[in-house]
């Protein structure tokens, strides 16, 4: 057995011996010679020194990654593509095809190489862009008219009519949204329907809808299934709470998909915008929004490249070192209604 005694001089430490060190004698019981063993012990003021470095090492990566990050998927992209879409199967599908970022999407898709199959409900809009597209890009359409408020009757009518196509890449892209901010009860007391409608539309399509593509993706071993998320669902939002809360189930129903079929083969890809040019939109100065053409681009640049993005350049920048800088207990606490009250303000008052 060994005793450990401290000694003497380390009440009084010689010169020569440094800070932070200390010294112990070894004894053997029954020996007379000493060892002496020097242990090093940091002192409080070094043991933070070193964790500031470490702090500030791990910061300094943690940037670095961020923008070579950002760097690759939105400049690089550009001339350097994740994936080549059409490799994934002759064509797509896009939900909400007939306006806005759906509409954006099947032109982009069609121009990568795509024949694309439109959904929306207004049969005469989706035989406006599918010969627009036909002409444009000389792809071939198929259109499906659907009201994605409906219930499971749909899907039989879009299942039958995705029957026998070799599909490489689903948009779940379809979503409604309240015009301006509301309290929870008035939007419901303008109609029970509203909360059917937006919990239809903007979540049970997402699941039915990858329900009937994604089993002959797995079959193929490949395939891109992407999920309109929002901005939205970062942060509680109150005042749009049902789309806030539905936006949020995308998000997640896309992360936990991409976990579970990634190793089959599948792209999963959740894509979280901000303000982009729509119908959805139109109350938003225009300042603040990017074109929906130009999103399309951009967004689909980044598949293959990134699980969960907001699919732009500019989104990035205005969530990394904006949005996401606003603490998320500001948008529970009692600041929250005047807060995006304010906001909301902000972005729509030149228009007034
Ligand atoms: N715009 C933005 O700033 C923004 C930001 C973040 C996320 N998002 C998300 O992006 C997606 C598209 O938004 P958007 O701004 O492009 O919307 P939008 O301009 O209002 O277009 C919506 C599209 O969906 C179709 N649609 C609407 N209700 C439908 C229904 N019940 N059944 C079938 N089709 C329906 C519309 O066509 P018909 O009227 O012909 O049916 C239209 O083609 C949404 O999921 C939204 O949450 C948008």
Known sequence: MLNFLLTEGIRDPPQQWSKGQLRVCLQQEGETGETMAVLNIFSLEQMLHVVGVLSVLWLSLKTVWALAHGVRIFLLSEKWRGVDLASYGP??????????????????????????????????????????????HGRSTRVIQADFTGGSEIYELIGAALQGLEIGILVNNVG???????????????????????????????VKMTQIVLPQMVARKKGIVIYMSSAAALRPLPLALLYSASKVFDDFFAQGLDAEYRSKGIIVQSITPHFVESNMTRQINRHYKLSAASFARQALNTVGLSRRTTGSLSHSIQCNVLFKRIPEWIFVSPFAIPFILYLWKKCVKERK
């Open 176 to 206: 409604q949204s309240v015009q301006t901010p509301m309290y929870f009860l008035d939007g419901v007391y303008k109609g029970d329907q509203y909360i059917y409608d937006l919990v239809h539309c903007n979540m049970l399509s997402y």
């Open 91 to 136: 064509w797509a599908v896009v939900t909400g095809a007939t306006a806005g970022i759906g509409k954006a999407y099947s032109h982009e898709l069609a121009r990568r190489g795509l024949n694309v199959v439109l959904i929306s409900r207004s049969l005469e809009k989706l035989k406006q862009v599918a010969a627009e597209i036909e002409e444009q």
